[in-house]
């Protein structure tokens, strides 16, 4: 065997063994570098200027490469890579972005289009450049910050020094590693208005302003903050009776996302539409033609219920602080963006004095070297520290008014004055030069002084001069919340089996109920006195001997049920009326006593109310006296549905008959109208509009001149132009001036409604025809001002009473004239009081309040002689057994 050398074994006793490095911790401490960078370095905005790390990097750019000219964007583009490390189309998107929002960038191509989502032309085909506003309030390098870029090769800002709340005004977005941000753009000219207010200590309030307008439902914004929410609505008008037209979208989405919602509702059977035309151009217009017979007003409701018409947006306030993420809301933002535009400010009005007071420096030393010629103390000087300190001794009497010490940079600054210019030297120039420079220094100092009358002067600058335009776009306004089942469209069929107690849309063989919603619920009774409220569905089990099955109203207390059951085998029986107004789902409800084997004689639902007669008739059992009486069912006590009733017998009950239908004992329905929504209620809001039978009928009257009557419902969508609102009274002329465009003569009319339902127009159709004046009173009165013509006095005003100086005529006439002369101000006075004559109702009765739903009539025992027989009429469903 060889022998292993010496020196080998000296080698392998010295080489090092391997080490083994733990990577436990590691995964966690560069997952969290990685989602620092992500917020810090990407997603999430900085509170400083309001500005993303590439949106500061893209406007850095710009400002590199302006020269007021427009510049490829793909130019710009690639000139931001030297200070952003990602890929180009990341930097192309988001200065697409910029440029949309239509505030920093004046765009010049195809960018795009924020209302149908079209996206912007290749950025080699589009160019851009500052607008004006962004070269006023974004650059100032004197107060930048500066850093190096990402290789070190170029210096980019920390922050550009904005001195305007940019952040609300752009809104942002980003979803960044563990957190996201959402800031919703707000109006420019209410941002200037909140920062006044607020430097000027007062309270302010900021809602969102969206560049797709539309209406916006503010009341849980919450400042902007987590857990907010705004809901935003298109705007929706009525073309026609078969037409609508949508004007205006809600933020977040465009016409083709909104239009493909709708066409999915429309296949989904929620709504119902004939077919869409988008006709969006610079201004969004989308006609959705609906088919005949379906209301224009439901279908509205519906699209805000089922489509994109209505969009509910959660902000997020979250911004950078110092290289931190702080969650903060509008308002705060708001404040510490003005609160750091008036620092910016005073940075720079002191870069400026300081800079002024070297020029008044620099012009005195100049004026004390050339008027007192210290320039030729150094004529005989052979070295240059000689020719410094020549200068030096020569200046030193005349430098005791200067503001600082005179520096050797000061002196050689002295000696490169041309010889030419001190020959020119104007002494009475160089002195208004430098009074011009003291008035400028004074004028800073006093801004210095009184920063905050500065800083708000500086705004209301902003606001002139740039505030063209910007006027708000997205309504405020107080949503009346959709019911989704009130409004959806019935778009399946509801049938019942009896027999088997099973209801669904599935049982086509069985007795048919009615049309309904798959989103619907249904109450149904059995013959046991059994009631239950569940959702539609295929098919579902209730019970054996189903007595009825309707769509079931929440909150509904109109709809009265009328009840006659046996308690127990054998029991008495009694007599009830209740309302259903609200449940729990899939609970089954005993509306008798909860005796075994009760039963249910009679039963009838009433949408309105109603309360019939019908004719109790007893078995021949021992001596009864009475074997036959009627109930009056407008006679007892309506109370919840748990109520045991009022006994009818002790006897045993051969049959139930219905002798008389009955009318509504409810009183009318009181309507109001909310202002705030635009929108019919009967809770109570807003103002009175009158009590409402089935009939009754609201009059509405727009400033065009339209006039139609129509019955009230929730649902009803009214425009903006209605100027009258009310119950209508067909015998009550309405009186009416306008302007006619063609005889360019005001006319008098007065008219009944002839075609109720039907939108007519009761002014000419010429384009310049207007409605000036129309009254509903009885007997209203005008006041006629005239115009001055020249030389002449004026003429007096003249009062009309409209009664009397035109009888009613149809709604097609054009009315008498109401003068020859040119009129100035037409004004509606005072009416003649009038005491309308009352309609007497043809059948006193007895009614019920909805709110108690109670009368003061109690039954005793059937068989007594007092039990009431009268009653008429019936609208509901009834059920003998």
């Known amino acids: 065997m060889s022998e292993i050398p010496e020196d080998s074994l000296n080698e392998q006793e010295h080489t090092p063994q391997e080490t083994i490095t733990k990577i436990d911790g590691m995964y966690k401490d560069w997952f969290l570098d990685y989602a620092s960078y992500v917020i810090l370095e990407r997603a ?149 208005d909140a920062s006044v207010k607020h430097l000027q200590g007062k309270r302010f309030t900021l809602f969102p302003d969206f560049p797709t307008a539309g209406i916006i439902d ?56 004939k077919k869409i035309e988008d006709n969006t151009a610079a201004d969004v217009e989308i006609l959705i033609h609906l088919p005949p017979g379906i209301s224009p007003d439901k279908t509205i409701d519906a699209l805000y219920a089922f489509t994109n018409c209505e969009v509910s947006i959660s902000p997020l306030g979250c911004i950078i602080e ?22 910016l400010l005073r940075q ?36 240059w520290e000689g020719v410094i300190r020549a200068i030096d001794n020569g200046l030193k009497p005349h430098i005791a008014h200067l503001k600082r010490a005179v520096t050797e940079e000061d002196i050689v600054r002295l000696t490169e004055i041309r010889i030419k210019r001190i020959s020119k030297f104007d002494i009475d120039k160089a002195q208004q030069k430098i009074d011009s420079l003291e008035d400028q220094i004074a004028e800073i100092k006093h801004h210095l002084a009184n920063l905050i009358e500065y800083a708000i002067a500086y705004f209301n600058r902003l606001k002139k001069e740039y505030s063209t335009g910007k006027e708000r776009k997205t309504e405020i306004r107080l949503f009346d919340d959709v019911d989704a089942t009130k409004v959806v469209i019935r778009n399946t069929k509801l049938y019942v089996n009896r027999a088997e107690g099973f209801v669904g849309t599935s049982l086509k063989r069985d007795e048919y109920v009615c049309d309904c919603s798959d989103i619907d619920e249904i109450i149904i009774f059995t013959e046991e006195g059994k009631m239950m409220v569940t959702k539609v569905d295929a098919k579902t089990f209730i019970g054996k001997n189903i007595i009825h099955v309707a769509v079931f109203k929440k909150k ?41 084997d009760s039963t249910v004689y009679y039963f009838s639902a009433n949408p309105n109310g109603e309360a019939e007669v019908v004719t109790v008739l007893l078995r021949q059992v ?169 030389g002449k006095e004026r003429k007096d005003n003249q009062q009309i009473n409209l009664e009397e100086f035109i009888a009613v005529k149809g709604i097609a006439a054009l009315g008498n004239q109401l003068t020859k002369e040119k009129v100035n101000q037409i004004n509606l006075l005072d009416s003649i009081p009038y005491e309308a004559p009352e309609e007497t109702p043809a059948i ?25 027989e009268k009653g008429e009429g019936n609208g509901g469903q009834i059920t003998l057994f």
């Open 556 to 596: 509904d207390k109109r709809t009265i049920y009328n009840l006659i059951y046996r308690d127990g085998k054998g029991g008495p029986s009694y007599v009830k009326r209740f309302a259903v107004t609200s449940t729990t789902r899939d609970r089954e409800y005993d509306l008798t006593n909860g005796k075994k």
């Open 44 to 192: 999430v905005p900085a509170i400083e200027d309001g500005l993303k790390p590439v949106q500061r990097r893209i406007l850095h750019s710009m400002k590199e490469l302006d020269d007021g000219r427009y510049s490829k964007v793909a130019n710009i583009v690639g000139h931001t890579m030297q200070y952003h490390p990602h890929g180009d189309a990341s930097i192309a998107d988001a200065m697409v972005q910029i440029g949309q929002k239509d505030l920093l960038i004046d765009t010049q191509g195809n960018w795009g289009n924020i209302l149908t989502g079209d996206s912007a032309a290749a950025s080699r085909y589009i160019e851009a450049r500052l607008s004006k506003f962004a070269l006023d309030v974004v650059y100032n390098p004197k107060i930048t910050e500066w850093q190096a870029s990402y290789d070190g090769r170029k210096k980019e800002p920390v922050n550009l020094p904005i001195m305007f709340p940019l952040l609300l005004a752009q809104g942002a977005e980003g979803i960044a590693v563990g957190l996201s941000t959402k800031v919703l753009p707000h109006n420019f000219i209410e941002l200037i």
């Open 322 to 343: 110092e290289n931190r993420p702080l969650f903060v809301g509008v308002s705060e933002m708001l404040r510490r963006s003005t609160d750091n535009t008036v620092e």
């Open 622 to 790: 021992g001596s009864i006296k009475k074997l036959k009486w009627d109930i009056d069912f407008a006679e007892i006590l309506i109370k919840g549905r748990d109520s045991k009733g009022n006994l009818v017998t002790k006897y045993s009950v051969k049959r139930i008959e219905l002798k008389e239908k009955g009318i509504s004992t409810l009183k009318p329905r009181k309507i109001w109208f909310d202002d705030a929504v635009q929108r019919l209620n009967v809770d109570g809001r807003g103002e009175l509009v009158g009590e409402f039978r089935g009939e009754d009928r609201l009059l509405i009257i727009k400033q065009s001149g339209l006039i139609k009557t129509i019955i009230p419902e929730l649902t009803t969508h009214f425009d903006d132009d209605m100027i009258v609102l009310e119950k209508w009274i067909p015998k009550k002329p309405i009186s009416a001036i306008y302007f006619d465009g063609e005889k360019e003569r005001y006319f008098v009319k007065r008219f009944l409604i002839e075609n109720e339902g039907k939108e007519e127009l009761f002014i000419s159709e010429h384009p310049k025809s207007h409605l000036e004046i129309v009254s509903t009173d009885w007997k209203p009165m005008a006041e006629v001002e005239f115009t001055k013509e020249r």
């Open 218 to 273: 503010v009341t849980n914004y919450n400042d902007g903050l987590r857990g907010g929410k705004i809901r935003v609505r298109a705007k929706i008008s009525q073309q026609d009776k078969n037409t609508l037209v949508i004007t205006e979208i809600p933020f977040s989405t465009n016409t083709s996302s909104l239009i493909d919602s709708i066409l999915k509702a429309n296949e989904k059977g929620k709504i119902k539409i």
């Open 844 to 868: 006193e009765l007895e009614v019920f309040d909805e709110e108690t739903l109670e009368t003061p009539k109690d039954i005793n025992d059937s068989n007594s002689e007092d039990i009431p």
């Open 348 to 383: 720079d009005l002191e870069v400026r004095l300081d800079e002024l007071e070297e020029q008044w420096h620099y012009a005195s030393l100049e004026r004390i070297f050339i008027e007192n010629r210290i320039y030729r103390d150094i004529e005989e000087e052979e070295t």
